[in-house]
């Protein structure tokens, strides 16, 4: 851990972003009490369909100068489509974050939690707890390709994927290292190189030259197809997962789903450099059905908070925070937790139980 200041920029943007935002910032400021970690916020009102209204566009044209100042974002959630259509306000905020700080590690946590209905069968808390790593910049999302005689029979579209020696690289170092410094140090790499027969094959070189460099960590891989069902029929196997952009994008919702409630899972999109700041945010958006009415889980807002701590290094404070969470989680208390994992209570007692747990202290 760093002994300097962590400057964080914060960012609630719309719907439940704004409500459960309060409840993260209570949390880690809790934790960073306890463990007398020096943090520094400042809230910003961009990214948000408020500021559109206001501004016509999401972001201040200034936006990358003010926020690269800062070491990481906190960010809630995005999107009003009543407001403004979203391609326009994810486009316009979210990943233009992502792209121009080059936040090319997508981070999820994918562990069964205390309290948390499992929708697989007899798995208990401490089966299931692995990270999935996702490559976030290049791969099959590429603006490579076109369209050729559209409208006419011979209408032809082409996409391509792009796998570049620094992006494959980078992306696995990190994924190495993440299962390195674990107990089990065991990586798992996604792979189809049996039906994409360049790419893939490519990716798996990789695996193969980096993996000498890390003799500890026991690696196998898997083509994506029989990997999802893994991810269902024996998740107690894996520990870090690493796959391309595609590949990263679907194992981060199955991951989670695999461990209940859309409202607990967080995100981190890194950039392991520290060249730009890193963004840490709940998996959910901004819930317009339920935005309003208090009700919004707070525990994936929290968890993204965790992450940043456990990011930066502050691993006992990110484990505290993780283990209060748990607690609550545990206790289950019927006014406590929210609707969506079958309580009666809203943002404000789920939010105030956890900061009150962190507060406990060591
Ligand atoms: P959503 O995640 O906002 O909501 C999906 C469902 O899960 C809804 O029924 C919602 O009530 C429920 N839910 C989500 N978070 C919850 C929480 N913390 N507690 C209890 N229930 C929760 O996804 P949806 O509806 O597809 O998108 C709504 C808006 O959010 C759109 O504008 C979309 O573009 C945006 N969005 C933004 C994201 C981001 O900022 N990273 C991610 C996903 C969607
Ligand atoms: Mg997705």
């Given at each position: 851990a760093t002994s300097k200041t962590l400057r964080i920029a914060v960012i609630p943007g719309d719907g439940i972003g704004t409500e459960v935002m309060p409840y993260g910032l209570a949390c880690v400021k809790a934790a960073a009490k306890i463990y007398d970690i020096s943090l520094e916020f400042e809230e910003f009102d961009f990214a948000s369909c408020a500021y559109y209204q206001k501004h016509g566009k999401m972001l201040p044209d200034d936006w990358k100068e003010t926020l690269s100042k800062?070491?990481?974002?906190?960010?809630?959630?995005?999107?009003?489509?009543?407001?403004?259509?979203?391609?326009?306000?994810?486009?316009?905020?979210?990943?233009?974050?992502?792209?121009?700080?080059?936040?090319?590690?997508?981070?999820?946590?994918?562990?069964?939690?205390?309290?948390?209905?499992?929708?697989?069968?007899?798995?208990?808390?401490?089966?299931?707890?692995?990270?999935?790593?996702?490559?976030?910049?290049e791969g099959e999302y590429s603006s490579i390709g076109g369209t050729m005689f559209p409208g006419t029979e011979r209408e032809t579209v082409i996409q391509e994927t792009v796998m570049t020696r620094i992006g494959v690289d980078r992306v696995?170092?990190?994924?190495?290292?993440?299962?390195?410094?674990?107990?089990?140090?065991?990586?798992?790499?996604?792979?189809?190189?049996?039906?994409?027969?360049?790419?893939?094959?490519?990716?798996?070189?990789?695996?193969?030259?980096?993996?000498?460099?890390?003799?500890d960590v026991k690696v196998d891989k898997f083509h994506i197809d029989i990997l999802t069902a893994h991810f269902v029929q024996r998740p107690q196997h894996f520990d870090v997962v690493v796959g391309s952009n595609l590949f990263g994008d679907i194992l981060s919702d199955l991951g989670p789903a695999c461990t209940g409630t859309i409202g607990?899972?967080?995100?981190?999109n890194i950039n392991p450099t520290g060249k730009f700041p890193s963004l840490f945010e709940p998996v959910h958006g901004s819930a317009p059905d339920i935005m309003g009415k208090g009700i919004a889980n707070p525990v994936g807002m929290?968890?993204?908070?965790?992450?940043?701590?456990?990011?930066?290094?502050?691993?006992?404070?990110?484990?505290?925070?993780?283990k209060s969470v748990e607690n609550v989680l545990a206790r289950g208390e019927d006014?406590?937790?929210?609707?969506?994992?079958?309580?009666?209570?809203?943002?404000?007692?789920?939010?105030?139980?956890?900061?009150?747990?962190?507060?406990?202290?060591?």
């Open positions: 800062f070491d990481a974002l906190y960010f809630g959630a995005v999107g009003l489509p009543e407001v403004v259509p979203d391609h326009v306000s994810l486009w316009g905020s979210l990943l233009q974050f992502r792209r121009e700080f080059d936040q090319y590690i997508n981070l999820r946590p994918c562990r069964l939690m205390p309290g948390v209905r499992c929708p697989l069968a007899n798995r208990k808390p401490g089966d299931i707890d692995f990270w999935i790593v996702r490559e976030n910049t696995l170092k990190y994924a190495f290292d993440l299962a390195q410094s674990r107990p089990k140090k065991h990586l798992t790499s996604a792979t189809k190189s049996n039906g994409i027969s360049i790419t893939m094959p490519y990716w798996d070189s990789r695996v193969e030259a980096m993996s000498p460099s890390y003799s607990i899972a967080p995100s981190g929290i968890w993204a908070g965790q992450m940043m701590l456990e990011h930066f290094g502050y691993k006992e404070a990110a484990a505290h925070m993780l006014s406590v937790v929210t609707a969506d994992m079958g309580g009666h209570g809203n943002t404000k007692s789920f939010g105030d139980a956890v900061e009150q747990e962190i507060l406990k202290g060591k």
